[in-house]
């Protein structure tokens, strides 16, 4: 492997930093890289939201389903996905754009997820750990009021940095799905009941894998924080209906 290879495939989600700050010339180069991501048509269609005050994370972390260590971040970026500049700067110049559509939005959040995916790689490279935040997407009202979000721009995803602790360090990264799991050749395969235990049994070390499946269901896709996720990306997907988007 070389030094790409092998960070990529050692980088884990890190969730307690020491106090240690990170210097602005150090946060600059972790944005940098992040601009530096492909982007559909160069558009760049996210826009960065920095939270630097600590009442905002506060609350931050509490509209993202209670997770406190988000207000321990040393350094907290919202990506979202933006399909209001370029829309702004048609319209200003008399372009006469059609409203942004579901498409442009789905375009928007891969923009924003890989940007945020960079940030993630060149901070680890620093010596930095992070952690995304996928329940930046509930409770839409409350975030939108948050951050000021006007319409047609959504929060993708929350990224909390800072330099993880020594238990971080230590702490075993979750296993991944064997390839030929994840990997098919031509078309879709869809795993059978057997193909999908065999995947997922390395995640239930200590458990039946019955119970472990049933109770991860409960935990996570029956959770009431998954059922806000989609009761919240319907309230912002609202604002694409009944609009000139074709
Ligand atoms: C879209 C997305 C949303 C996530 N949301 C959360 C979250 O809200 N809280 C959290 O602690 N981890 C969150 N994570 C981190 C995952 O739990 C983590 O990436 C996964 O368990 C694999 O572990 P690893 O990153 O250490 O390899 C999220 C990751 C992604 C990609």
Known sequence: MNEVTKQLTERKSVRVFTD?????????EILTCSAQAPTAGNQQLYSIIRINNSDLKEKL???????????????VLVYCADCLKWHDAFRENGCEPRDP???????AIDDALIAAQNAVTAAWSLGIGSCYIGDIME????????????????????LVFGYPTEQQKERIKPK????????????????????????LLKNCSEETYDGW??????????????REMTRSVREYLKQFKDRKSE
Do not use: W
């Open 213 to 226: 499946i049933a109770a991860f269901c409960k935990r996570k896709y029956n959770s009431d924080f998954s």
């Open 139 to 158: 409770n839409c009202e409350e975030v939108r009021s948050l951050l000021k979000l006007p319409e047609y721009v959504f929060p993708a995803a929350l």
């Open 101 to 107: 559509g579901e498409g442009d939005l789905i375009l």
């Open 61 to 75: 972390s509490v509209v993202c389903d209670h997770q406190p260590f988000i207000a321990e971040g040393k350094l």
């Open 20 to 28: 240690q700050k990170i210097d602005e010339a150090t946060v600059e």
């Open 176 to 199: 991944r799905a064997e390839l030929r799991y994840i990997v098919s050749e031509d078309s879709y395969h869809r795993l059978n009941k057997e193909e999908l235990k065999q995947m």
